[in-house]
T-cell receptor, first 113, second 113 residues
């Protein structure tokens, strides 16, 4: 079984809808991250969490929110989806210290029409 | 803006040849990491080099780090078609980075038979 899983893997939605992307991990890591990937722009950090009570904004947090429900679960929400949020979204985890290697989920391809 | 910038953006070589890609960054780092991404999939960690290291090897991979020039290179020797992927460098800043990684924009490598 995969260590970091993401659901759904693909999602098509309409402008204005609320969307939740979920991430679960079995690696026992405290640190979890959400990134988005756009062609030619690499990965950009949306939010990160160092433990259940610690949530931090990343480089591009506007329009997004997160919830760390447990050590193993980290969800990303788009409150009111817009077309320029169409992207590939990745969840990742890492062990302490957080600048160790990160382990990525398979990604969620989100299309906002 | 991206901390790491890879060069070239795209590289096409024949199987058996060596592939070299470069990464430049702007701030002082704790370490630099290289990741591989097969088309549309999650990133996979390849190698980590610390700021006090100059060269590191892992199988057919050789990474160098020049902190005075704020640059790193990834060499893949005797490339195979299976090496076709995008390669990203990621830097862990010493300060002000919140102990998180910043990814570059990637090099797309195509290895042809």
């Amino acid at each position: 079984d995969a260590d970091v899983t993401q659901t759904p893997r693909n999602r098509i939605t309409k402008t204005g809808k609320r969307i939740m992307l979920e991430c679960s991990q079995t690696k026992g890591h405290d640190r979890m991250y959400w990134y988005r990937q756009d062609p030619g722009l690499g990965l950009r950090l949306i939010y990160y969490s160092f433990d259940v009570k610690d949530i931090n904004k990343g480089e591009i947090s506007d329009g997004y929110s997160v919830s760390r429900q447990a050590q193993a679960k980290f969800s990303l929400s788009l409150e009111s989806a817009i077309p320029n949020q169409t992207a590939l979204y990745f969840c990742a985890t890492s062990d302490w210290p957080s600048y160790n290697e990160q382990f990525f989920g398979p990604g969620t391809r989100l299309t906002v029409l | 803006s991206q901390q790491g910038e890879e060069d070239p953006q795209a590289l096409s070589i024949q199987e058996g040849e060596n592939a070299t890609m470069n990464c430049s960054y702007k701030t002082s780092i704790n370490n630099l990491q290289w990741y591989r991404q097969n088309s549309g999939r999650g990133l996979v960690h390849l190698i980590l080099i610390r700021s006090n290291e100059r060269e590191k090897h892992s199988g057919r991979l050789r990474v160098t780090l020049d902190t005075s020039k704020k640059s790193s290179s990834l060499l893949i020797t005797a490339s195979r078609a299976a090496d076709t992927a995008s390669y990203f460098c990621a830097t862990a800043a010493i300060t002000g980075g919140g102990n998180k990684l910043t990814f570059g924009t990637g090099t797309q490598l195509k290895v042809e038979l």
